[in-house]
């Protein structure tokens, strides 16, 4: 069990690997003068060259790949042209806020996601399965920006109930850093009006961005769930007379959480790269709207901070899942013991 | 399966003389099990109808020369009426009429960047499959794993940034980010069947690698392939709309959804209709292949 | 496992109910934004972010906003484009202008609590040469040495003589210098001054200004508070706001919902016709149009087919819809005459320019051209450029320029693209397109301001230039002028460079623009809203519109 984990962290680790070659790759090939651009088209030659060799962008590019990665093991990734200060900071601002976003919309997926497949199985073939389906298909159909969009328009201007930008309201003092996360410092610091605000503006990115991973997790786990259904086993505890709710929640969802889980944790990884536009659109400051922003820039070396911290997310994400999945599985848990 | 009962006559049998059911009669009997589910025959239907506004915009659009280089400011940002049905966007043009042109380029964006990785993720995922566990199969997939450790979004946009904004090159940022999920799929299903009693007499048979690859195997992974283009029609779409929404897709004058909901988020909410109608259109042609390739994933696997 | 969860359940929905419960006893903590009533007088002004707050650094819009507020410099520009004392109290010059003697006041003092004297100017000019960044190149080339004679006088050495020196030390923003230097990182990129402070720089300020920075988030916003020891005092301002939040990444659809229900206080300037419609809709809500300088051009590269024939530019200055463009595109600017502002010394009358909307002149010219057949029949085509950043008008005014051109027979093709791409683009002849759209504002109001900058040869390869005229003669006069002493001989010279820009056509001058403003009118006055309002003529230099101290705050 634990040689196989083992095996798994080092094949993601290669693909770490492979990920750093790729991005740096990319991010070379896009045109622009690094160091003119973060100087400006008036700054002196002299000055140019020597932030040129700063940066090491005189050199050929496997010698600037060894710099660049050296870099990234000694936790340095470059200055950014835009905010024009480590690379690090940056992300150590922008990436929690991110993870708050990630997470509450993590959590509303895997709730939703549940709650409708479940509600879905129950009612199968009835009306309220055919309203979720339909709620599930408007989920996919439409990006997370349009949903952004229209959400704006709901509620900043027909029931203007919740606020449409940034982390938290104007003449609020952001809370000391702990984690970064904002509702849970505020609840550290025990200012409960300080997290209930950040949560407000919270909610509404989240939903949206969780809109489609709620459709697809709820359509998996109905589908998983109606297979098992009609194993044996269900009918037999149908034939005991044990509660429908029971059967349901107890012993219908647990074996059908597998596909789910992998799923869903794949959706929420991808959240966290996803959310581009719905950060844009609601002005939350987080690591994609400081990507896209580094990529109309040209500031490569902060695109390929972002795109290496998304990646590693994923792998993460995935390493995560595989063992969760193992240890879901009884299959799987005993497999190597035998 | 319908190939079952023929697994053991193989070893024995030319495989070009098994006896081939009428294609015709397949066709109907898919129809028959398609058109149960009639939602997915709305879908088709929602598909073939933009399909063939798109195709006849010429006859049907209400403004031909608002498509192209025209402005009209003195009737910019008009209200829906029944001169403009859909109201008039801020240069003046007929919404109605870019939304028709814009469909398009949202399913040529969709299907031409679908179909062009379709060869190349296929092939790498067959070879990968066939090959397993040799070198060439794990630099394979261990690339794709690279590509795939990134969210589509992030990779796509990356990609697009680096070229000049266009439909073509969004369409080929989109196919480079793209393939490595028809070389998982594929992969997948070549590794389940390798090891059937079929594969291994065709290769006990000598029958050529390619033979094996493209007539023994590949027809098991047209179902699931077929499936997940269809959805994926949609998906390009929806992320060809995205990249036009951050200004990385078709440029002006020439319409593209994603750009005018871009252009109208700003006249929000009082202009509402300069967002509200392409943002609409998307959804439709998305939910077109959603349907379509639900129906297509259901009828497969019944068919089994 | 079950209990626990509804245990934790509980407990959050406590803290939740907890949460709501304490709302109303924290003034600070509401979800309503801080209103003004009885509280310290606060503004929130959207701008183009990030902002620099360092002087060596910065040079946009947004940055001079800071510096201005944050700084003080030698010389104060008015709004007629002349200049008055500031930190100097007078100057003078030897007789060819090449060594600018000023004397400075001896109470300005820093935020610092330091004393601002001679040597602070000297160091803060020898930074911004050696950073290179930002305005330098104003002075880069120009002040050869800069000595400070005692604590209160500095003498500037120039390499050649300028006729308008202190004109330009507008953006000559006085640092501290005891301050930098107590927080400089060592290892930086210039020798002893370490990285000259450029890294503390980025989130705090040397000032003396009448504001101070309260807090920089380099991420989302600027908060700046009045420093009540300021030297020129506040007894004669005591509506002055306490503190004014510069606020970034405020798109369009968040600047409409949070003017209305008061977390901003002002749009920015970037907005199109129907949004400024619908914030003067809001109740309070008003409209001003300032000029600031800001010339709105078509730079056609000269040395790229098929731009690079003069009928064909010409034929493009004629096709321009000049009308649509101030009543539909960017409402209250005006059709620019020339290079520099109209209206301003050295600028051209309206029947000093040529060029007018007239499709005949424009197919007249474009028949004299080499390349008419091939841009008839579609073989060659046009390429335009606009910022993708810059709104919807550029987008609209792309499309205008477009169907002028279509009317004509000849076809655009329109990119548009992000500036960092523009300004790649701009580095070498061949990548600069036929036609871009940019809109230039001088840092300094004179004429060289614009000539110097938009058509000196010295300029081709940055984005201020993609005409690449490298025109022998124009770039003579320029320097002529710039060194000649007499105001009026120099405007003399300013005004026969334009004249003959207008036969080159190198640039489409397209608008003089306004920049527009909603604003909160029952929260605050500005003086720009003053002056648009009793219909004067002013001019800012950019940054100049938004000097916080004389802003009045209403209730």
Same mark, same amino acid.
């Given at each position: 069990?634990?040689?196989?984990?083992?095996?798994?962290?080092?094949?993601?680790?290669?693909?770490?690997?492979?990920?750093?070659?790729?991005?740096?790759?990319?991010?070379?090939?896009?045109?622009?003068?690094?160091?003119?651009?973060?100087?400006?088209?008036?700054?002196?030659?002299?000055?140019?060259?020597?932030?040129?060799?700063?940066?090491?962008?005189?050199?050929?590019?496997?010698?600037?790949?060894?710099?660049?990665?050296?870099?990234?093991?000694?936790?340095?990734?470059?200055?950014?042209?835009?905010?024009?200060?480590?690379?690090?900071?940056?992300?150590?601002?922008?990436?929690?806020?991110?993870?708050?976003?990630?997470?509450?919309?993590?959590?509303?997926?895997?709730?939703?996601?549940?709650?409708?497949?479940?509600?879905?199985?129950?009612?199968?073939?009835?009306?309220?399965?055919?309203?979720?389906?339909?709620?599930?298909?408007?989920?996919?159909?439409?990006?997370?920006?349009?949903? !952004?969009?229209?959400?704006?328009?709901?509620?900043?201007?027909?029931?203007?109930?919740?606020?449409?930008?940034?982390?938290?309201?104007?003449?609020?003092?952001?809370?000391?850093?702990?984690?970064?996360?904002?509702?849970?410092?505020?609840?550290?610091?025990?200012?409960?009006?300080?997290?209930?605000?950040?949560?407000?503006?919270?909610?509404?990115?989240?939903?949206?961005?969780?809109?489609?991973?709620?459709?697809?997790?709820?359509?998996?786990?109905?589908?998983?769930?109606?297979?098992?259904?009609?194993?044996?086993?269900?009918?037999?505890?149908?034939?005991?007379?044990? /509660?429908?709710?029971?059967?349901?929640?107890?012993?219908?969802?647990?074996?059908?959480?597998?596909?789910?889980?992998?799923?869903?944790?794949?959706?929420?990884?991808?959240?966290?790269?996803? #959310?581009?536009?719905?950060?844009?659109?609601?002005?939350?400051?987080?690591?994609?709207?400081?990507?896209?922003?580094?990529?109309?820039?040209?500031?490569?070396?902060?695109?390929?901070?972002?795109?290496?911290?998304?990646?590693?997310?994923?792998?993460?994400?995935?390493?995560?899942?595989?063992?969760?999945?193992?240890?879901?599985?009884?299959?799987?848990?005993?497999?190597?013991?035998? | 399966?319908?190939?079952?009962?023929?697994?053991?006559?193989?070893?024995?049998?030319?495989?070009?003389?098994?006896?081939?059911?009428?294609?015709?009669?397949?066709?109907?009997?898919?129809?028959?099990?398609?058109?149960?589910?009639?939602?997915?025959?709305?879908?088709? #239907?929602?598909?073939?109808?933009?399909?063939?506004?798109?195709?006849?915009?010429?006859?049907?659009?209400?403004?031909?020369?608002?498509?192209?280089?025209?402005?009209?400011? +003195?009737?910019?940002?008009?209200?829906?009426?029944?001169?403009?049905?859909?109201?008039?966007?801020?240069?003046?043009? *007929?919404?109605?009429?870019?939304?028709?042109? #814009?469909?398009?380029?949202?399913?040529?964006?969709?299907?031409?960047?679908?179909?062009?990785?379709?060869?190349?993720?296929?092939?790498?995922?067959?070879?990968?499959?066939?090959?397993?566990?040799?070198?060439?199969?794990?630099?394979?997939?261990?690339?794709?794993?690279?590509?795939?450790?990134?969210?589509?979004?992030?990779?796509?946009?990356?990609?697009?940034?680096?070229?000049?904004?266009?439909?073509?090159?969004?369409?080929?940022?989109?196919?480079?980010?793209?393939?490595?999920?028809?070389?998982?799929?594929?992969?997948?299903?070549?590794?389940?069947?390798?090891?059937?009693?079929?594969?291994?007499?065709?290769?006990?048979?000598?029958?050529?690698?390619?033979?094996?690859?493209?007539?023994?195997?590949?027809?098991?992974?047209?179902?699931?392939?077929?499936?997940?283009?269809?959805?994926?029609?949609?998906?390009?779409?929806?992320?060809?709309?995205?990249?036009?929404?951050?200004?990385?897709?078709?440029?002006?004058?020439?319409?593209?959804?994603?750009?005018?909901?871009?252009?109208?988020?700003?006249?929000?909410?009082?202009?509402?209709?300069?967002?509200?109608?392409?943002?609409?259109?998307?959804?439709?042609?998305?939910?077109?292949?959603?349907?379509?390739?639900?129906?297509?994933?259901?009828?497969?696997?019944?068919?089994? | 496992?079950?209990?626990?969860?509804?245990?934790?359940?509980?407990?959050?929905?406590?803290?939740?109910?907890?949460?709501?419960?304490?709302?109303?006893?924290?003034?600070?903590?509401? *979800?309503?934004?801080?209103?003004?009533?009885?509280?310290?007088?606060?503004?929130?002004?959207?701008?183009?972010?990030?902002?620099?707050?360092?002087?060596?650094?910065?040079?946009?819009?947004?940055?001079?906003?800071?510096?201005?507020?944050?700084?003080?410099?030698?010389?104060?520009?008015?709004?007629?484009?002349?200049?008055? /004392?500031?930190? !100097?109290?007078?100057?003078?010059?030897?007789?060819?202008?090449? =060594?600018?003697?000023?004397?400075?006041?001896?109470?300005?003092?820093?935020?610092?609590?330091?004393?601002?004297?001679?040597?602070?100017?000297?160091?803060?000019?020898?930074?911004?040469?050696?950073?290179?960044?930002?305005?330098?190149?104003?002075?880069?080339?120009?002040?050869?040495?800069?000595?400070?004679?005692?604590?209160?006088?500095?003498?500037?050495?120039?390499?050649?003589?300028?006729?308008?020196?202190?004109?330009?030390?507008?953006?000559?923003?006085?640092?501290?210098?005891?301050?930098?230097?107590?927080?400089?990182?060592?290892?930086?990129?210039?020798?002893?001054?370490?990285?000259?402070? +450029?890294?503390?720089?980025?989130?705090?300020?040397?000032?003396?200004?009448?504001?101070?920075?309260? =807090?920089?988030?380099?991420?989302?916003?600027?908060?700046?508070?009045?420093?009540?020891?300021?030297?020129?005092?506040?007894?004669?301002?005591?509506?002055?706001?306490?503190?004014?939040?510069?606020?970034?990444?405020?798109?369009?659809?968040?600047?409409?919902?949070?003017?209305?229900?008061?977390?901003?206080?002002?749009?920015?300037?970037?907005?199109?016709?129907?949004?400024?419609?619908?914030?003067?809709?809001? =109740?309070?809500?008003?409209?001003?149009?300032?000029?600031?300088?800001?010339?709105?051009?078509?730079?056609?590269?000269?040395?790229?087919?098929?731009?690079?024939?003069?009928?064909?530019?010409?034929?493009?200055?004629?096709?321009?819809?000049?009308?649509?463009?101030?009543?539909?595109?960017?409402?209250?600017?005006?059709?620019?005459?020339?290079?520099?502002?109209?209206?301003?010394?050295?600028?051209?009358?309206?029947?000093?320019?040529?060029?007018?909307?007239?499709?005949?002149?424009?197919?007249?010219?474009? +028949?004299?051209?080499?390349?008419?057949?091939?841009?008839?029949?579609?073989?060659?085509?046009?390429?335009?450029?606009?910022?993708?950043?810059?709104?919807?008008?550029?987008?609209?005014?792309?499309?205008?320029?477009?169907?002028?051109?279509?009317?004509?027979?000849?076809?655009?093709?329109?990119?548009?693209?992000?500036?960092?791409?523009?300004?790649?683009?701009?580095?070498?002849?061949?990548?600069?397109?036929?036609?871009?759209?940019?809109?230039?504002?001088?840092?300094?109001?004179?004429?060289?301001?614009?000539?110097?900058?938009?058509?000196?040869?010295?300029?081709?390869?940055?984005?201020?230039?993609?005409?690449?005229?490298?025109?022998?003669?124009?770039?003579?006069?320029?320097?002529?002028?710039?060194?000649?002493?007499?105001? *009026?001989?120099?405007?003399?010279?300013?005004?026969?460079?334009?004249?003959?820009?207008?036969?080159?056509?190198?640039?489409?001058?397209?608008?003089?623009?306004?920049?527009?403003?909603?604003?909160?009118?029952?929260?605050?006055?500005?003086?720009?809203?003053?002056?648009?309002?009793?219909?004067?003529?002013?001019?800012?230099?950019?940054?100049?519109?938004?000097?916080?101290?004389?802003?009045?705050?209403?209730?």
């Amino acid at each position: 069990m634990i040689l196989k984990i083992l095996k798994r962290v080092v094949s993601y680790l290669l693909v770490l690997l492979g990920l750093s070659v790729f991005v740096f790759i990319l991010v070379r090939v896009m045109p622009g003068d690094t160091a003119r651009l973060a100087l400006g088209p008036r700054a002196p030659e002299e000055t140019v060259q020597a932030l040129r060799r700063e940066m090491h962008l005189d050199k050929s590019i496997p010698v600037q790949y060894y710099y660049w990665l050296k870099g990234i093991l000694q936790g340095d990734l470059g200055t950014s042209v835009i905010s024009k200060r480590p690379i690090t900071e940056d992300i150590a601002f922008y990436l929690p806020a991110t993870v708050e976003l990630a997470l509450l919309s993590a959590i509303f997926m895997a709730t939703f996601g549940i709650l409708l497949g479940v509600t879905a199985t129950k009612y199968s073939e009835k009306w309220p399965d055919a309203i979720i389906r339909v709620l599930s298909y408007l989920g996919i159909v439409a990006p997370a920006f349009l949903w !952004a969009v229209l959400a704006m328009l709901l509620f900043a201007y027909l029931i203007p109930i919740l606020p449409v930008s940034g982390r938290i309201s104007a003449g609020i003092a952001p809370p000391v850093t702990r984690t970064g996360l904002y509702i849970v410092d505020y609840l550290l610091q025990g200012n409960f009006a300080g997290a209930w605000d950040a949560f407000r503006h919270l909610v509404m990115p989240a939903i949206v961005l969780s809109f489609g991973g709620i459709s697809q997790s709820a359509r998996i786990c109905r589908a998983s769930m109606v297979s098992n259904m009609e194993k044996p086993y269900a009918a037999a505890e149908r034939a005991y007379g044990i /509660p429908e709710n029971k059967i349901l929640y107890k012993y219908l969802l647990k074996p059908s959480l597998n596909s789910f889980i992998s799923v869903t944790a794949l959706d929420i990884a991808m959240l966290f790269g996803g #959310a581009y536009l719905v950060e844009s659109i609601f002005n939350y400051p987080g690591l994609s709207r400081y990507g896209l922003t580094a990529m109309l820039n040209k500031d490569v070396f902060a695109v390929s901070a972002v795109m290496l911290v998304d990646g590693v997310i994923v792998i993460g994400f995935n390493l995560v899942t595989d063992i969760i999945i193992s240890f879901l599985d009884p299959r799987i848990r005993y497999s190597s013991s035998t | 399966m319908e190939s079952c009962p023929n697994k053991i006559d193989i070893s024995q049998v030319d495989v070009s003389r098994i006896p081939r059911r009428n294609a015709g009669e397949n066709i109907r009997k898919l129809w028959y099990k398609f058109s149960l589910n009639r939602v997915s025959v709305v879908g088709l #239907a929602l598909i073939l109808l933009i399909a063939a506004a798109a195709i006849f915009y010429r006859s049907i659009v209400p403004y031909p020369e608002h498509i192209g280089a025209m402005v009209d400011f +003195k009737n910019a940002c008009m209200p829906p009426s029944w001169q403009h049905l859909c109201g008039t966007d801020q240069a003046g043009r *007929d919404i109605l009429s870019r939304i028709i042109y #814009a469909f398009r380029g949202a399913l040529t964006m969709g299907v031409v960047a679908i179909l062009a990785i379709l060869p190349l993720g296929g092939v790498l995922g067959l070879v990968a499959g066939y090959w397993n566990g040799r070198f060439v199969s794990n630099l394979i997939m261990r690339v794709a794993d690279v590509f795939l450790s990134l969210p589509t979004l992030i990779l796509v946009m990356c990609v697009s940034s680096i070229m000049t904004p266009s439909t073509r090159n969004a369409m080929l940022a989109i196919s480079i980010s793209w393939w490595p999920w028809y070389t998982r799929l594929v992969y997948g299903i070549v590794t389940s069947t390798r090891n059937e009693v079929y594969i291994r007499s065709a290769e006990v048979l000598g029958a050529n690698v390619w033979h094996i690859l493209l007539k023994e195997i590949l027809p098991n992974a047209l179902g699931p392939i077929l499936t997940k283009m269809t959805l994926d029609f949609g998906v390009a779409i929806l992320a060809g709309a995205t990249l036009s929404f951050v200004g990385m897709g078709e440029q002006p004058p020439a319409p593209s959804l994603g750009a005018m909901v871009s252009a109208g988020v700003g006249y929000l909410p009082d202009q509402w209709w300069m967002a509200v109608f392409p943002a609409l259109a998307i959804m439709l042609i998305v939910l077109g292949f959603n349907l379509l390739g639900d129906g297509i994933g259901d009828m497969l696997s019944d068919a089994e | 496992m079950k209990r626990a969860l509804a245990i934790l359940l509980a407990a959050l929905m406590l803290i939740g109910i907890a949460g709501c419960t304490d709302n109303p006893p924290t003034p600070a903590g509401t *979800d309503k934004p801080a209103e003004t009533q009885g509280k310290p007088k606060a503004l929130t002004i959207p701008v183009d972010w990030p902002a620099y707050i360092d002087p060596g650094v910065g040079s946009k819009a947004a940055d001079c906003i800071s510096f201005v507020n944050l700084y003080d410099t030698l010389v104060f520009p008015n709004s007629d484009a002349t200049i008055s /004392p500031m930190v !100097a109290e007078s100057w003078e010059a030897n007789d060819d202008c090449t =060594e600018y003697t000023f004397h400075l006041r001896d109470d300005v003092v820093f935020h610092s609590g330091n004393k601002l004297t001679a040597k602070d100017v000297a160091f803060s000019m020898n930074r911004m040469l050696s950073v290179g960044e930002g305005f330098a190149y104003m002075y880069a080339g120009l002040v050869q040495s800069v000595e400070a004679v005692d604590e209160k006088t500095v003498k500037f050495t120039l390499s050649s003589s300028s006729g308008l020196f202190p004109n330009l030390l507008i953006r000559l923003y006085i640092l501290d210098e005891a301050t930098v230097m107590a927080n400089i990182a060592k290892d930086g990129a210039y020798g002893e001054f370490g990285d000259y402070g +450029k890294n503390w720089l980025l989130t705090h300020d040397a000032g003396s200004g009448p504001y101070k920075v309260k =807090e920089m988030i380099t991420e989302e916003h600027l908060t700046m508070e009045k420093y009540s020891d300021y030297w020129m005092g506040w007894s004669d301002k005591p509506q002055a706001p306490d503190t004014v939040k510069l606020l970034g990444g405020v798109d369009t659809a968040s600047m409409k919902t949070m003017m209305a229900n008061g977390e901003l206080d002002a749009s920015d300037d970037a907005q199109t016709a129907e949004t400024y419609a619908a914030l003067d809709a809001l =109740e309070g809500v008003e409209i001003s149009r300032a000029p600031i300088g800001v010339n709105f051009n078509i730079m056609l590269n000269t040395k790229l087919a098929p731009t690079d024939d003069v009928h064909v530019r010409k034929a493009i200055a004629f096709a321009t819809d000049y009308d649509t463009i101030a009543n539909d595109i960017y409402i209250g600017s005006a059709k620019a005459t020339g290079p520099i502002q109209k209206g301003m010394a050295g600028s051209l009358s309206d029947e000093e320019c040529p060029y007018k909307y007239d499709l005949a002149k424009a197919e007249e010219e474009l +028949k004299q051209s080499p390349y008419y057949n091939d841009l008839i029949s579609g073989a060659m085509k046009l390429s335009l450029t606009y910022c993708s950043e810059g709104g919807a008008q550029q987008e609209n005014l792309a499309l205008l320029i477009q169907a002028g051109m279509a009317s004509l027979g000849v076809s655009v093709e329109i990119t548009g693209k992000p500036f960092a791409t523009m300004m790649t683009d701009a580095q070498t002849v061949e990548t600069t397109p036929n036609a871009s759209f940019v809109a230039f504002a001088p840092s300094y109001l004179d004429g060289s301001g614009y000539l110097k900058n938009r058509y000196h040869s010295s300029s081709c390869g940055t984005w201020e230039q993609m005409e690449w005229l490298q025109d022998a003669e124009i770039d003579a006069l320029i320097e002529q002028a710039m060194s000649t002493m007499d105001q *009026d001989a120099r405007n003399a010279i300013y005004k026969e460079i334009s004249l003959k820009l207008m036969d080159i056509c190198p640039t489409v001058w397209m608008a003089d623009l306004a920049s527009s403003s909603a604003y909160r009118a029952d929260h605050f006055i500005s003086p720009v809203a003053e002056m648009f309002a009793a219909g004067e003529a002013f001019i800012f230099a950019m940054g100049y519109s938004c000097y916080y101290r004389d802003y009045k705050i209403l209730g």
